[in-house]
């Protein structure tokens, strides 16, 4: 089975990845966590709950980390990894392993994050969580808008699929709020 988390960031993405790691492995279900290099060898919600992750920059190294016996995969910041990659990946192994991912599906420029939205089209369950929109106050947000900082070094382009999202650069908006970036 494949579940996709969903929405903007700061719209408790991880917490809910969090739990359905916690509720498999209170079932008594072998779980691995995965996420991509960002993290520290583990993940971690906004609130504070964490659990350890084994970071990879690749699907194929999800592949070869794999445990014979493992009955939930949790991949976190799903929308950094090869969108192609992930999708075979998902599709090879999904009606033998319950693989839950949590990610971004749209970036700052109203597009489509990965393979995020083709997953959310495979899916057999797929949640969107909301943000509180951080102009309005509104529990509305969908995307992420990027600030327009001088100093932001992060490179930010329709290029460039790997943008990080942190607190320092972007922001979740509701789509009245949202301005898409110049």
Do not use: G, M, W
């Given at each position: 089975m494949l579940e996709v988390i969903t929405g903007a960031m700061e719209a408790g993405k991880t917490w809910l990845l969090y739990k359905r790691?916690?509720?498999?492995?209170?079932m008594g279900k072998k779980v691995q966590v995965f996420a991509f290099?960002?993290?520290?060898?583990q993940i971690v919600s906004r609130i504070g709950?964490?659990?350890?992750?084994?970071?990879?920059?690749?699907?194929?190294?999800i592949e070869s980390a794999l445990e014979h016996d493992v009955e939930t995969i949790a991949i976190d910041d799903a929308?950094?990894?090869?969108?192609?990659d992930l999708a075979n990946f998902c599709n090879k192994h999904r009606t033998n392993i319950n693989i839950i991912i949590a990610g971004v599906h749209l970036n700052c420029f109203n597009e489509s994050f990965g393979g995020m939205v083709e997953l959310m089209g495979r899916?057999?369950?797929?949640?969107?969580l909301l943000a509180v929109c951080e102009k309005c106050k509104q529990q509305t947000?969908?995307?992420?808008?990027?600030?327009?900082?001088p100093d932001h070094r992060i490179p930010i382009t329709k290029d460039d699929p790997r943008i990080e999202l942190r607190k320092e650069f972007y922001a979740p908006v509701c789509w009245k709020c949202y301005q898409p970036p110049v």
């Open positions: 790691i916690s509720d498999a492995k209170l290099p960002v993290h520290n060898e709950f964490s659990c350890e992750a084994i970071t990879v920059p690749s699907v194929a190294e929308q950094l990894f090869d969108e192609e899916a057999e369950n797929v949640t969107v947000a969908l995307i992420s808008q990027r600030y327009r900082d």
